[in-house]
């Protein structure tokens, strides 16, 4: 099992990125799919998740930012990143789980400038 996340880049503050993580081979029924970001020097964070069935949690202080969508027929999850900040600087993760085991992306940078 592979999931590949990509999309991040270099940005000025106030931009807009899309991240996109596709999960490939043999993975049994996905439940939930996610974004972390772990920002230099820190612990890795939630940014957002979402079942399958299309239930959104969304770290508050990214809501009306972020917004997390999924497309199961493609194992896909998209984070779209609106008005960054140069605080939202950091590698993010995106992560896949089902009833047995969680798996984890490599990790895409995003970098904010202020």
């Known amino acids: 099992v592979q999931l590949q996340a990509s999309g991040g880049g270099l940005v000025q503050a106030g931009g807009s990125l899309r991240l996109s993580c596709v999960v490939s081979?043999?993975?049994?029924?996905?439940?939930?799919m996610g974004w972390y970001r772990q920002a230099p020097g820190k612990q890795r964070d939630l940014v957002a998740t979402i079942t399958r069935d299309g239930i959104i949690n969304i770290v508050d202080s990214l809501k009306g930012r972020f917004t997390i969508s999924r497309d199961n027929a493609k194992n896909e999850v998209t984070l779209q990143m609106n008005t960054l900040k140069p605080e939202d600087t950091g590698v993010y993760y995106c992560?896949?789980?089902?009833?047995?085991?969680?798996?984890w992306g490599q990790g895409t940078e995003v970098t904010v400038s202020s």
């Open positions: 081979g043999s993975i049994f029924k996905i439940h939930d």
């Open positions: 992560n896949a789980s089902n009833r047995y085991n969680t798996y």
